[in-house]
């Protein structure tokens, strides 16, 4: 019987599937000293899903080198198939797109169709790659209902040094080492045993990682050049003057621009001072940490609101790429976001209530996202440097003031 359009999802094709994973099996071995332990898939057959953390850019060839020579239909975000090539490339893969942090049920029957014709289906539940070594976003309730729905053996892989490899902030990637493990999740009887709520915890528990607290007790060796460029896409606030967003990188230097404090990352990818009187914390984890105490401080305040100068673009239905629409100002309270300026040479107030927005996706130094439904509104920052801030404030105003709400809304998304 034909499968229904809306369900029907390709198989990865197999002649650049299998080139592409046994190069990135042999390659990531020897360059990247790659250590991949899987032996459990000989005892699993498909159908079944896999879930993974998503801690680098290389977790797609990260992921396929781990469970090669399985072919997976991955669940990939629908920003990528706004690129024609991205597109071509997805298509063979057999990738599906998926609008992030919202109620895709086109996505769901596609990963349905691939499921019911014997497949093995991958997804990242965090949805968006971390920003300080740790799981980023955060994993919508939503995955418990998926797994219960499609009601096969759930596997797990998880990477330990994948974050420190190739971080979302730089463009270089280092090379030391990665560890990967495959392991059973959930078997199918499990799945029907347990209650969403315990299936969501262990997914988040099984999927979660830690690589500074993996680094400081390994004290791994990495290699690689300008080793700090581009941090200050995540690490915007300097501990010494209390100054933001005057954190600025060169090579493997990192330093304030308003007071001169400085450290270097060494080959362990951990800060040194520079000077007797760097104020500092020896890695991102621990840096972000303190970003999030000086916001937590912030949202308390009755008055609290941002501001930043800002283009306006648009994913314009059936278009590649993203559409000028103008340039404006973005503010966010605990309320809502709102943009105001131009939109298509019109004055307008655009207006995203908090209780609706999760979480937003964004590339490191290039540009946040909003959505609403399958609408996404992507804005770049006129001083790039002030992006993390907000990822960060609307991560935690959620947390604070609408955790219920969120699970409630979250809840009905698969």
Request: charged letters at 25%; proline letters at 4%; hydrophobic letters at 35%.
């Given at each position: 019987m034909k499968k229904k359009a809306s369900s029907f999802v390709r198989k990865p094709n197999a002649i650049l599937y299998y080139s592409v994973g046994f190069f990135a099996k042999v390659y990531y071995r020897l360059v990247y000293k790659h250590k991949v332990e899987n032996s459990i898939l000989r005892d699993i057959k498909p159908p079944y899903l896999v879930v993974a953390g998503h801690s680098s850019w290389l977790d797609y060839i990260i992921t396929t080198a781990g469970m090669f020579p399985v072919r997976m239909n991955y669940v990939g975000a629908y920003n990528f198939f706004r690129s024609k090539v991205l597109k071509t490339t997805f298509n063979l893969m057999g990738v599906i797109p998926k609008y992030q942090f919202t109620n895709d049920i086109g996505a769901v029957k596609k990963m349905k169709g691939a499921i019911d014709s014997g497949r093995v289906v991958a997804i990242f539940p965090n949805g968006c790659l971390s920003n300080d070594g740790r799981p980023g976003g955060f994993a919508v309730f939503g995955i418990a209902k998926l797994i219960k729905f499609l009601n096969v053996p759930v596997i797990v892989i998880k990477t330990d040094g994948g974050y420190l490899t190739r971080p979302r902030?730089?463009?270089?990637?280092?090379?030391?080492?990665?560890?990967?493990?495959?392991?059973?999740?959930?078997?199918?009887?499990?799945?029907?045993?347990?209650?969403?709520?315990?299936?969501?915890?262990?997914?988040?528990?099984?999927?979660?990682?830690?690589?500074?607290?993996?680094?400081?007790?390994?004290?791994?060796?990495?290699?690689?050049?300008?080793?700090?460029?581009?941090?200050?896409?995540?690490?915007?606030?300097?501990?010494?003057?209390?100054?933001?967003?005057?954190?600025?990188?060169?090579?493997?230097?990192?330093?304030?621009?308003?007071?001169?404090?400085?450290?270097?990352?060494?080959?362990?990818?951990?800060?040194?001072?520079?000077?007797?009187?760097s104020i500092f914390f020896d890695g991102i984890d621990r840096?972000?940490?303190?970003?999030?105490?000086?916001?937590?401080?912030?949202?308390?305040?009755?008055?609290?609101?941002?501001?930043?100068?800002?283009?306006?673009?648009?994913?314009?239905?059936?278009?590649?790429?993203?559409?000028?629409?103008?340039?404006?100002?973005?503010?966010?309270?605990?309320?809502?976001?709102?943009?105001?300026?131009?939109?298509?040479?019109?004055?307008?107030?655009?207006?995203?209530?908090?209780?609706?927005?999760?979480?937003?996706?964004?590339?490191?130094?290039?540009?946040?996202?909003?959505?609403?439904?399958?609408?996404?509104?992507?804005?770049?920052?006129?001083?790039?440097?002030?992006?993390?801030?907000?990822?960060?404030?609307?991560?935690?105003?959620?947390?604070?003031?609408?955790?219920?709400a969120s699970l409630h809304h979250c809840n009905r998304h698969i």
């Amino acid at each position: 019987m034909k499968k229904k359009a809306s369900s029907f999802v390709r198989k990865p094709n197999a002649i650049l599937y299998y080139s592409v994973g046994f190069f990135a099996k042999v390659y990531y071995r020897l360059v990247y000293k790659h250590k991949v332990e899987n032996s459990i898939l000989r005892d699993i057959k498909p159908p079944y899903l896999v879930v993974a953390g998503h801690s680098s850019w290389l977790d797609y060839i990260i992921t396929t080198a781990g469970m090669f020579p399985v072919r997976m239909n991955y669940v990939g975000a629908y920003n990528f198939f706004r690129s024609k090539v991205l597109k071509t490339t997805f298509n063979l893969m057999g990738v599906i797109p998926k609008y992030q942090f919202t109620n895709d049920i086109g996505a769901v029957k596609k990963m349905k169709g691939a499921i019911d014709s014997g497949r093995v289906v991958a997804i990242f539940p965090n949805g968006c790659l971390s920003n300080d070594g740790r799981p980023g976003g955060f994993a919508v309730f939503g995955i418990a209902k998926l797994i219960k729905f499609l009601n096969v053996p759930v596997i797990v892989i998880k990477t330990d040094g994948g974050y420190l490899t190739r971080p979302r902030w730089t463009k270089h990637a280092r090379r030391g080492r990665l560890e990967t493990k495959v392991f059973q999740l959930l078997t199918v009887d499990e799945i029907n045993s347990l209650s969403e709520h315990e299936v969501y915890d262990a997914v988040i528990a099984g999927t979660s990682f830690d690589d500074y607290k993996w680094q400081r007790e390994r004290m791994v060796e990495f290699k690689g050049s300008d080793l700090a460029e581009g941090i200050e896409y995540v690490l915007y606030k300097c501990p010494r003057c209390q100054g933001e967003f005057t954190i600025r990188s060169e090579g493997d230097r990192m330093f304030c621009t308003a007071c001169g404090n400085s450290v270097r990352m060494n080959r362990y990818l951990l800060f040194e001072p520079e000077g007797e009187d760097s104020i500092f914390f020896d890695g991102i984890d621990r840096w972000f940490d303190y970003q999030k105490e000086c916001i937590e401080r912030e949202i308390e305040h009755p008055g609290f609101e941002m501001n930043a100068r800002t283009k306006l673009k648009f994913a314009e239905p059936g278009k590649f790429g993203y559409q000028h629409l103008g340039s404006g100002i973005l503010k966010i309270t605990i309320n809502e976001i709102t943009y105001t300026g131009s939109v298509n040479g019109e004055d307008k107030k655009l207006v995203y209530p908090m209780k609706s927005i999760p979480m937003v996706p964004y590339a490191a130094g290039e540009y946040i996202e909003i959505a609403r439904g399958s609408d996404i509104n992507r804005f770049e920052f006129d001083d790039l440097t002030q992006q993390i801030k907000w990822v960060m404030a609307i991560r935690q105003i959620r947390d604070k003031y609408y955790e219920r709400a969120s699970l409630h809304h979250c809840n009905r998304h698969i």
